[in-house]
């Protein structure tokens, strides 16, 4: 089946460590997307990525990094400078129409806590 | 002013209702509209996928476009507990010479049998 796997399901993190959230898609897409999730709130885009080796800033970028070393891997890394990483976090994938409105598939996301 | 708004809720309604839900926006240039549902802890699905103003219909499902009013909206017939998600809409445009994809913040639904 094809699809878009997030792991893991929740995390824990400590003061002052940087974690790595997985996400992998087999659906042959070119683009792929975090996003982060608070109660109450809409998703907010944290980075995209529309071709390997290439990655771009969205909305709430700091204390997050990235990287797209494959067409079917994007992980996220929050960083200890994320002073507020409590949230739920999803990726999701797309294809590229030039002009044209992205369906995005996501992954079933990952809750990340601060012990 | 937010780009898209949409009502949090929660909403409650008895089984078998007909339930709007319904979203506005400020810029003109959005042009595809969606409606993901979302049920609690797993990530949004696509559910509806719209162009062009008027309706579009996908079982007890019907999105609604109004670009003149720049108001979205998504009706569910005969309701079922089954129903019971967030709703969030999302449009997508040309902006700034960039493609961008906004979200609503969601609707929480409720079904009651």
């Known amino acids: 089946d094809g699809g878009i796997t997030q792991s893991p399901k929740y995390l824990f993190r400590k003061e002052g460590q940087n974690v790595t959230l997985s996400c992998e898609q087999n659906?042959?897409?070119?683009?792929m997307y975090w996003y982060r999730q608070d109660p109450g709130q809409g998703l907010r885009l944290i980075y995209y990525?529309?071709?390997?080796?290439?990655?771009q800033k969205g909305d709430i970028a700091e204390g997050y990094s990235v990287s797209r070393e494959k067409k079917e891997s994007f992980p996220l890394t929050v960083t200890s400078a994320q002073k507020n990483p409590t949230a739920f976090y999803l990726c999701?994938?797309?294809?590229?129409?030039?002009?044209?409105?992205?369906?995005?598939?996501f992954g079933s996301g990952t809750q990340l806590s601060v012990l | 002013q937010k780009e898209v708004e949409q009502d949090p809720g929660p909403l409650s309604v008895p089984e078998g209702a007909i339930v709007s839900l319904n979203c506005t926006y400020s810029?003109?240039?959005?042009?595809?509209f969606m409606w993901y549902r979302q049920y609690s802890r797993k990530g949004p699905e696509l559910l509806m996928y719209?162009?062009?103003?008027g309706n579009k219909e996908d079982g007890r499902f019907t999105a609604q476009v109004d670009k003149s009013s720049k108001y979205i909206s998504l009706f569910i017939r005969d309701s079922q507990p089954s129903d019971s998600a967030t709703y969030l809409c999302?449009?997508?445009?040309?902006?700034?010479?960039?493609?961008?994809?906004?979200f609503g913040q969601g609707t929480r639904l409720t079904i009651n049998p």
């Open positions: 990525s529309q071709i390997v080796n290439d990655f």
């Open positions: 719209t162009y062009s103003s």
């Open positions: 999302a449009m997508t445009g040309r902006i700034q010479g960039a493609q961008k994809l906004v």
């Open positions: 659906l042959n897409h070119d683009a």
């Open positions: 999701a994938s797309s294809m590229i129409g030039r002009d044209r409105g992205e369906k995005l598939f």
């Open positions: 810029n003109s240039a959005f042009q595809y």
